[in-house]
């Protein structure tokens, strides 16, 4: 889950993890490009936060859950 949806300032992202392997959540332009990332670790629930999201410009953008061969993708906006 992401929230708030469109964001501007910081985005909170809500991700559940099956297994104790290290996953990445990662910030991504349509591109493909990364802009940021966050390393996780443990299983179960947890919510990252991505901060001073103000100096991305405003736009789409996705982000990639990747945990072992899996990955999983949200879509989300950032506003002004």
Do not use: C, K, W
């Not at 910081?10 to 990364?34: Q, T």
């Not at 996780?40 to 100096?55: A, C, H, K």
């Amino acid at each position: 889950m992401v929230a708030p949806n469109p964001a501007s300032r910081d985005l909170h992202v809500r991700v559940s993890l099956s297994g104790d392997a290290p996953a990445r959540l990662e910030l991504l332009d349509l591109a493909g490009r990364r802009l940021r990332a966050h390393e996780l670790s443990g299983g179960g629930e947890q919510t990252v936060r991505f901060q001073n999201l103000e100096r991305v410009p405003p736009g789409v953008y996705l982000l990639r859950l990747s945990q072992g061969r899996e990955s999983r993708f949200a879509r989300f906006a950032i506003t002004r």
